[in-house]
């Protein structure tokens, strides 16, 4: 088979296979590694401009990805996304298995993240890239979009690899406290929020759904000038989780 032909149907048939993850771009490529991502094909288009990519951004990936790429055409390559990174590099790797009685009834102090029912791929993305920067447990999602979306990887620069992410189609919280985040909530007071809670966002229009917020223990906001209605859901993520990370003892890595 031609290299155009069978690196295109490999990378076609990975994009709906849900076991496998399609890294568009340098920066996913490069978590996915960082992070022990078992890759089926590494692509690219120039070994050297790769190799100074990675001397100038990460220079301790340097060899992996000499030793692990495979160069093909521009042309090949341009046709293997929807938007072909400018940085002339994608991959394809295994998703990691997800335990999620395990992660739920982790004793680690750290919070889950629940997004229910998110709809915007590249919002998806920035709340697990700042999830796994704040050092939360996972990322849980309900609705039909698929966390492990390559948009939603590309928003996360390939960081699923570096906690668990998985669909949550019926959430169950374990011995954890379901704290709801929405606008409406009293005042966060990241020092009162319980490390193991299960921290939920709504979705971008709506907010978070009655039967959720029937369930919650708590509902808490983050206080906002008057006149504004809400934050970005990633936005409201990020200040949640790093207003309980910066309130706590570092909490060495996961
Ligand atoms: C774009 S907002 C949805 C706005 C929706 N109209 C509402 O009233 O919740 C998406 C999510 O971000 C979170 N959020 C946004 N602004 C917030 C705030 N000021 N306080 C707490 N949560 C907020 C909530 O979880 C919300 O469901």
Same mark, same amino acid.
């Given at each position: 088979?031609?290299?155009?032909?069978?690196?295109?149907?490999?990378?076609?048939?990975?994009?709906?296979?849900?076991?496998?993850?399609?890294?568009?771009?340098?920066?996913?490529?490069?978590?996915?590694?960082?992070?022990?991502?078992?890759?089926?094909?590494?692509?690219?288009?120039?070994?050297?401009?790769?190799?100074?990519?990675?001397?100038?951004?990460?220079?301790?990936?340097?060899? !992996?990805?000499?030793?692990?790429?495979?160069?093909?055409?521009?042309?090949?390559?341009?046709?293997?996304?929807?938007?072909?990174?400018?940085?002339?590099?994608?991959?394809?790797?295994?998703?990691?298995?997800?335990?999620?009685?395990?992660?739920?009834?982790?004793?680690?102090?750290?919070?889950?993240?629940?997004?229910?029912?998110?709809?915007?791929?590249?919002?998806?993305?920035?709340?697990?890239?700042?999830?796994?920067?704040?050092?939360?447990?996972?990322?849980?999602?309900?609705?039909?979009?698929?966390?492990?979306?390559?948009?939603?990887?590309?928003?996360?620069?390939?960081?699923?690899?570096?906690?668990?992410?998985?669909?949550?189609?019926?959430?169950?919280?374990?011995?954890?406290?379901?704290?709801?985040?929405?606008?409406?909530?009293?005042?966060?007071?990241?020092?009162?929020?319980?490390?193991?809670?299960?921290?939920?966002?709504?979705?971008?229009?709506?907010?978070?759904?009655?039967?959720?917020?029937?369930?919650?223990?708590? !509902?808490?906001?983050?206080?906002?000038?008057?006149?504004?209605?809400?934050?970005?859901?990633?936005?409201?993520?990020?200040?949640?989780?790093?207003?309980?990370?910066?309130?706590?003892?570092?909490?060495?890595?996961?």
């Amino acid at each position: 088979m031609s290299d155009l032909a069978d690196v295109a149907k490999q990378f076609r048939a990975a994009r709906s296979d849900p076991h496998l993850a399609v890294l568009e771009g340098f920066h996913a490529v490069k978590h996915a590694i960082r992070f022990g991502a078992a890759f089926l094909a590494l692509v690219g288009t120039d070994a050297d401009a790769a190799g100074r990519l990675a001397d100038a951004l990460a220079p301790d990936l340097r060899e !992996r990805l000499a030793d692990n790429l495979r160069v093909v055409s521009p042309e090949t390559f341009a046709r293997l996304a929807p938007q072909p990174p400018t940085t002339g590099l994608m991959g394809i790797a295994r998703r990691p298995q997800v335990d999620l009685h395990a992660v739920l009834s982790s004793p680690e102090p750290r919070p889950v993240v629940l997004l229910e029912d998110p709809r915007n791929l590249g919002n998806i993305g920035a709340c697990i890239r700042v999830a796994a920067a704040a050092g939360a447990a996972a990322v849980l999602t309900t609705g039909a979009q698929d966390p492990w979306h390559p948009e939603a990887l590309r928003g996360a620069a390939g960081l699923h690899f570096a906690l668990p992410v998985a669909p949550f189609p019926e959430p169950t919280f374990h011995d954890r406290q379901l704290i709801a985040v929405a606008p409406d909530g009293d005042p966060f007071d990241p020092a009162q929020m319980p490390s193991r809670a299960m921290l939920a966002f709504g979705t971008e229009r709506h907010g978070i759904g009655d039967e959720l917020l029937a369930r919650a223990d708590d !509902r808490v906001s983050i206080p906002m000038r008057p006149g504004v209605s809400s934050l970005n859901l990633a936005t409201s993520v990020a200040a949640i989780l790093f207003g309980w990370r910066l309130t706590r003892a570092a909490p060495g890595p996961p």
